[in-house]
């Protein structure tokens, strides 16, 4: 059973910096996505950053130059490094996987929250102006 857990999430003050976590588990393919979302109420999951088994990433605009996606394989973990946040990261940070087949890992629509099937829980992150 694949299971993505996130944490590190929390409140910070704008321009504070903050790393977010996805532990996986049961997750049995070797040529994937993962990707982190946010959401806000009554909003569409936005896809702020991805990665592919390959080690390609993709930044949405809005986040380019101030978040870095990164993944340790041994530790089976996501992180999204966050910096130089804004009131306007506020949002619930989700973390997702997808399989892909070899030929299929670039990542031109790797920010679509529709490309997932196994997605976390969520974590919390409040930036305050």
């Known amino acids: 059973q694949v299971q993505l857990v996130e944490s590190g999430g929390g409140s910070v003050q704008s321009g504070g910096s903050l790393r977010l976590s996805c532990a996986v588990s049961g997750f049995p393919y070797r040529t994937y996505w993962m990707a982190w979302f946010r959401q806000l109420p009554g909003k569409e999951r936005e896809g702020v950053a991805a990665?592919?088994?390959?080690?390609?990433?993709r930044h949405a605009d809005s986040v380019k130059g101030r978040f870095t996606i990164s993944q340790d394989n041994a530790k089976s973990t996501l992180y999204l490094q966050m910096d130089s946040l804004k009131p306007e990261d506020t949002a619930m940070y989700y973390c997702?996987?997808?399989?892909?087949?070899?030929?299929?890992?670039?990542?031109?629509?790797?920010?679509?929250?529709?490309?997932?099937?196994?997605w976390g829980q969520g974590t919390q992150v409040t930036v305050s102006s």
């Open positions: 997702a996987a997808a399989q892909r087949s070899w030929w299929s890992l670039r990542l031109q629509s790797a920010l679509e929250a529709g490309q997932y099937n196994y």
């Open positions: 990665i592919a088994s390959d080690g390609n990433t």
